[in-house]
């Protein structure tokens, strides 16, 4: 789950409230992020970007191995 820290469109709380509901989640938020995350700075998408290929790694590794 990804939260723009500085979100202005969408209550970030209602985030946390879905995550209580999923088994295995991780929640990063986007520090200096304001709402459409891969539209704004450099620095914001590369903060997106790290955690989608954490996602990726986890759940689909290149090696075939998930990591549990």
Known sequence: M???AQES???NKT???VITHLSD???VTI??????ILM???EVRAQFWE??????DRVAPRNGVAAS
């Open 15 to 17: 985030h946390d409230a």
């Open 2 to 4: 990804l939260s723009a």
């Open 51 to 56: 955690a989608f290929d954490a996602l990726v």
């Open 40 to 42: 704004e700075t450099d």
């Open 25 to 27: 989640v991780t929640h």
């Open 9 to 11: 469109l969408v209550d």
């Open 31 to 36: 520090a200096g992020a304001k709402h459409e």
